[in-house]
């Protein structure tokens, strides 16, 4: 294996970081013109579809895929790799990061935004809702791949599963109906790993609103995908030798929070009788 | 008073939730004698402790007594410094990024419609959002070993139930799979000598980069390995993009001209960046190799 490094990663005080995003203009120009036809009703007929045919010019301007992720590249060489040589000189070599993240795919929640982790930190994982599948190496190997590799090569210290709002994946699973049938080919059978979590939400929280079953969902699924975690031999070994911890969050990007807790597992000392 | 719950939230934080009805206060710091005394009814107390264990005295409206509580603070370990280091980063998030773009979060808290779907590699130094500057909302990003997309008739995997997601409820217009240079999967996968043996997970998942390696020792055995991994991690990002043909809404999708799929490479040993194009028209007539456009290269 690549020999560690040693240097910290960049602080992020210190790293330049956009305040205001780089939100495309056109985008936010048409968003604005889609706002003014949905509110104003009384715009006439003509008004309207000048206001849809600029909308749609816009749209057409906006094609610039290249242009866009060049854009971030060279923004990120410029204030983060150029600025920081002697750390990504020793990534080059290899990594040691500390944490192992289950993060959800959703584009709002990457936790590069917000837990700030700087290039070498974060092992990260993304699927639909951050989800873990318990240990099987047939069915979704490719998690336990990234577990495998995370605990013994890269000896992560920890694995911090994180759950957000408004989760699409968890909707999904809500709404999966009693009978087990499917409309997708992948998507319900997958976010049908944490339907333990679906069974005690409709047995506990029959008196919330919808809105609060989901987001009890989301956070009991991490506590399901904690679970499953532990089903991994190298995984509960380091937990009980104390050299791996287990954590579990919910982002809430509606309000702004974040919370954040420990999973804590112990196999106290066998009494022989 | 009814003791409703305790929340032991990051660091020497204790935060209690009692059950009084009407007036809610917050109390100052509790500890020493800060106290107000007198009509005080509290519904929540933020406390901050410097010592192992934390005396709370809590005066009550209607009992005009102190009680004692005593709550064990979580050990002073890596773990609360953890959380206490995830706290400003997340409050440092909020106050430079969150609120200053307020109504973009707005807006994006009612739904998302990323144009971008990007599979990447899991490992620490190749985040999409950093190295390409993905902000939020812009991508829907799956991250697996060394960045693979298993063909569609491997059956189900959590990279195309993402797929699935991403192309026909979020309607993205581009896939972009982002490989990397001394990707540690594709050295694992370089490395093996007799896969269908192997009882390790790692080895079970990128076998599913078999054919890239396959085509790697056909044109590069001549070079180190280092140089056939570097060639290996190119190959496999362009089996990636030939197994997205393999799935029929993908397909579909790019026949109706609503989708664009692109290769990427990061080679961070020079900080460069390559992208191309997969160029859909002359592939679909090919059974041998693929066909790109739009090439660019950036260092």
């Not at chain 1, 204030?79 to 192992?100: C, D, I, R, T, Y």
């Not at chain 1, 994982?125 to 069915?139: G, L, S």
Request: glycine share 6%.
């Amino acid at each position: 294996m690549p020999p560690h490094p040693v240097v910290d990663p960049p602080n992020p005080d210190l790293t330049t970081r956009r305040s205001k995003m780089a939100i495309d203009p056109c985008e936010e120009a048409i968003s604005g013109l889609k706002k003014l036809l949905s509110e104003k009703k009384e715009l006439t007929a003509e008004a309207a579809a000048k206001v849809r045919r600029i909308t749609s010019e816009l749209a057409s301007a906006t094609d610039k895929t290249a242009e866009r992720i060049r854009a971030g590249f060279d923004h990120f060489k410029k204030e983060n790799f150029e600025k920081n040589p002697v750390l990504h000189g020793e990534l080059a070599k290899g990594q040691s990061p500390k944490f192992m993240v289950f993060a959800c795919s959703d584009s709002r929640v990457c936790p590069s935004h917000v837990l700030n982790f700087q290039p070498g930190e974060a092992f990260m994982v993304r699927n639909i809702a951050n989800m873990v599948p318990p240990y099987d190496k047939t069915k979704y190997s490719g998690i336990g791949a990234a577990i495998e590799y995370a605990v013994l090569h890269l000896k992560v210290e920890n694995i911090l599963v994180i759950g957000h709002s408004a989760c699409g994946g968890i909707k999904g699973l809500m709404s999966i109906p009693d009978d087990g049938t499917t409309k997708s080919d992948f998507i319900e059978d997958w976010v049908s790993i944490c339907k333990a979590a679906k069974a005690k939400v409709q047995s506990e929280c029959k008196d919330l609103d919808l809105a609060d079953k989901h987001t009890f969902l989301e956070k009991e699924a991490v506590n399901i995908s904690l679970g499953n975690l532990l089903t991994y031999p190298f995984v509960r070994e380091g937990v009980l030798k104390k050299t791996l911890a287990l954590k579990g969050g919910h982002y809430d990007f509606i309000n702004g929070s974040l919370e954040l807790w420990n999973l804590n597992f112990n196999l106290n000392p066998v009494t022989s009788i | 008073m009814v003791l409703r719950s305790i929340l032991l939230s990051p660091a020497s934080h204790i935060t209690l939730s009692m059950g009084f009805s009407d007036i809610y206060s917050m109390a100052p710091n509790i500890l020493g004698s800060d106290w107000r005394s007198g009509d005080m009814r509290l519904t929540r107390i933020r406390v901050t402790s410097k010592n192992s264990k934390l005396r709370l005295k809590v005066i009550m409206e209607s009992f005009r007594l102190p009680k004692e509580i005593t709550i064990e603070k979580p050990k002073e370990d890596g773990t609360t410094d953890d959380f206490r280091r995830m706290k400003k980063r997340f409050l440092d998030f909020k106050s430079d990024i969150y609120m200053r773009n307020a109504e973009h979060f707005n807006r994006l808290s009612e739904n998302q419609s990323p144009k971008f779907m990007v599979i990447a590699c899991a490992d620490s130094r190749v985040c999409p959002s950093k190295i390409l500057g993905f902000e939020p909302g812009e991508a829907f990003v799956v991250r697996n070993v060394a960045n693979m997309v298993p063909p569609h008739e491997n059956g189900p995997s959590e990279t195309n139930a993402a797929l699935e997601f991403a192309v026909n409820t979020l309607l993205v217009e581009n896939i972009l799979v982002v490989g990397h240079s001394r990707c540690g999967g594709i050295q694992a996968l370089m490395s093996l000598q007799n896969e269908a043996n192997s009882s390790s997970f790692i080895a079970n998942w990128v076998r599913v980069g078999n054919p890239a390696k396959s085509k790697t020792r056909s044109i590069a055995s001549h070079l180190d390995f280092d140089q056939q991994c570097k060639h290996c991690e190119k190959e496999s990002i362009n089996r990636s993009l030939l197994n997205l043909l393999s799935y029929p809404w993908i397909e579909e999708k790019l026949k109706q001209g609503k989708l664009s799929i692109h290769g990427g490479y990061y080679d961070f040993t020079d900080c460069s960046f390559e992208k191309w194009t997969l160029d859909y028209t002359k592939n679909r007539h090919s059974n041998t190799g693929i066909s790109v456009k739009n090439r660019e290269f950036w260092s």
